[in-house]
């Protein structure tokens, strides 16, 4: 199934560029038959020559061909190079897209090390593929034009080319068909590598503090000898090829030649005819490029079958239908009916149903594993759930336009990616309407704006240049949930890196700016529950209980959630926060 879904994707990505590799075949067969012509004319050049006949005309004809040769090869690299870098973009921007629009569930292996692998090498190396196909079978052409020419010049000299065809067949399929297993598995080991080390470096503190990093330096490279033989393997292979091609061509190239030089001394062809068959055989002996040509052709269909993962991944398919009631100023009733999730094979929701009223504060609380993020992301459609449904004041998010969802949820993560070249644009990501002014404000709301100030450029401060701890990260990430208005509003432990007092500074902002939307929290800290209106328990992918914090805490099991946690020691402790 993978081979199939990859061979249609090289197709895809060919009929995206169907027009340059139009151009690129049309200047192909001009250079193609400018060189096919040349050894004939020389022919008849060589016989003028003897004859003492029109040699200027001939000798003309020829340095004409000669130019037309050469500038149509220049600029049929020119274009190849053009829609080998347009195909390269073309994968990439696939990759990139399906992977986003599937949404946070883990569908692929490999993590972002093997996505990085794979969108560079593998995109890459299908990238060859339309020039390789074009190239191929503008390879065949002269080939079969110069038998043509040689049959014409001569039965035997004919004959004798064509007897030499099989062999040149024979190498090239078993070449393609070694080929394309081995840079198959070149390219699972080389995604295997980038995999383990881009996990290693997301990991570089934790492997740091546990004093682990031989054994991780061991872990990434212990592909690398399976990486080399596969390598080695491509590598004997094509060397080879080369040599069957060394051997064989030049042979064949010799025993036409002296076919040639037979038939003139028997008088059947001129001495122009002897010249101009040994370069129809050379040309033809030039079949020998169709190994490059295959041996690209088996590289991109490896590099196609390894991105056919990532378009095989289903995207989320919105309605066209809306939400009822004002864009802004109220808030989205929430409810999952008999919700079902499942990744990698573990229940991670079971036969769910959750409700959210209107407008106030809902608290999501559990322990690790229980379900919380999953939760909050189906309820901002994030992902859909493997069983059940979600409904937004009544409607299937199913149906919902992206306009109409996006325009109304807001998300706040516990680890905010800063998307955008500079920190306005990381806060304004999903607002594009939003001015400079709305951006400030936004910081200042989610207590941002102090440590943005102080920067170079201010909010033009670019993303990469700063350092930013978890607190800042968080707190630039709560400011998008101020800078457009959202009729429900998720915060996923937005919080979770800001000290208390901060913690209630930005939750009394929030319920000021967004008075009116529903807010769901994933609460880790008893006090983020206390000022909840509801808060709901989960456990193991259920719903444990419904209740006040207050009403709650009197049940051993949901204290000791928090219990572990130092910011909460005493009952009065943890209501003490409240609104």
């Known amino acids: 199934m993978v081979g199939g879904t990859g061979i249609r994707l090289l197709r895809t990505a060919a009929r995206a560029q169907a027009a340059g590799a139009a151009v690129l075949a049309a200047t192909g067969c001009v250079s193609a038959a400018a060189q096919l012509a040349l050894p004939a004319v020389l022919g008849k050049a060589v016989d003028a020559l003897v004859g003492g006949v029109d040699l200027g005309r001939w000798l003309a004809a020829c340095l004409a061909l000669v130019v037309v040769y050469v500038a ?6 020119y274009r190849a190079g053009v829609v080998q870098a347009r195909s390269a973009l073309f994968y990439r921007r696939m990759a990139a897209r399906r992977l986003v629009d599937a949404g946070p569930r883990p569908r692929t292996g490999g993590g972002p090390g093997g996505f990085a692998a794979c969108v560079l090498e593998s995109a890459a190396a299908a990238a060859m593929g339309t020039n390789a196909a074009v190239w191929l079978v503008l390879s065949l052409l002269p080939a079969l034009v110069s038998l043509f020419m040689l049959w014409s010049t001569d039965v035997w000299i004919g004959l004798v080319f064509t007897c030499g065809l099989p062999v040149v067949a024979w190498c090239l399929r ?14 699972e080991e080389q995604s295997a590598v980038s995999s383990r080390l881009a996990e290693a470096l997301g990991g570089a503190r934790t492997i740091a503090a546990s004093h682990t990093l031989e054994r991780e330096v061991a872990r990434v490279v212990e592909p690398l000898p399976r990486l080399r033989r596969s390598g080695d393997a491509l590598w004997r292979l094509q060397a080879k090829v080369t040599a069957q091609g060394h051997v064989l061509f030049p042979l064949l190239h010799i025993v036409v030649v002296a076919t040639a030089g037979l038939e003139l001394c028997r008088g059947r062809i001129s001495s122009g005819q002897m010249l101009a068959a040994s370069e129809y055989a050379a040309i033809g002996t030039g079949l020998g490029m169709t190994v490059l040509f295959v041996n690209q052709l088996a590289r991109a269909r ?3 079958e390894q991105l056919a993962t990532y378009a095989a991944l289903p995207a989320l398919e919105y309605g ?12 989205l009733g929430v409810e999952l009916k008999n919700v079902t999730v499942r990744r990698a094979g573990r229940t991670v929701l079971s036969g769910l149903d959750v409700a959210v009223p209107p407008g106030g504060v809902v608290a999501l609380v559990g322990r690790s594993g229980s379900g919380k993020s999953t939760v ?18 009544g409607v299937p998010v199913r149906t919902l336009s992206r306009t109409a969802l996006r325009r109304s949820v807001v998300f706040a993560f516990e680890r905010p990616e800063l998307i955008g070249d500079t920190i306005a644009d990381t806060i304004a990501v999903g607002a594009p309407k939003a001015t400079p002014d709305d951006v400030a404000r936004a910081a200042g709301l989610a207590r941002a704006a102090s440590f943005i100030e102080k920067m170079p450029d201010g909010y033009g401060t670019g993303v990469a240049s700063v350092a930013l701890s978890g607190g800042e990260m968080q707190r630039i990430g709560l400011a998008r949930t101020f800078v457009r208005p959202a009729r429900l509003v998720l915060l996923d432990d937005a919080t979770s890196s800001l000290d208390m007092a901060t913690e209630y500074e930005i939750d009394r902002a929030l319920a000021a700016d ?12 008893a006090s983020s529950a206390a000022r909840a209106d509801t808060v709901v328990w989960l456990e193991a992918g259920q719903v444990r209980a419904t209740g006040t914090h207050s009403e709650l805490w009197e049940l051993p099991g949901y204290r000791a959630i928090f219990q572990e946690r130092p910011e909460t020691r005493t009952p009065l402790d943890a209501a003490g926060a409240t609104r």
């Open 72 to 77: 149509f090869e220049v600029y049929s690299d």
């Open 320 to 331: 066209e239908a809306d939400l009822p009631g004002p864009v802004t100023s109220t808030g």
């Open 514 to 525: 967004t008075s009116g939307a529903t807010r769901v929290v994933v609460a880790h800290r």
């Open 302 to 304: 490896s590099g196609a």
């Open 376 to 393: 909050a992301a189906l309820m901002g459609r994030l992902f859909d759930p493997d069983g059940g449904a979600v409904y937004l004041d």
């Open 174 to 187: 078993s070449f393609a068909a070694d080929s394309s297993l081995l840079v198959t598995r070149y390219l």
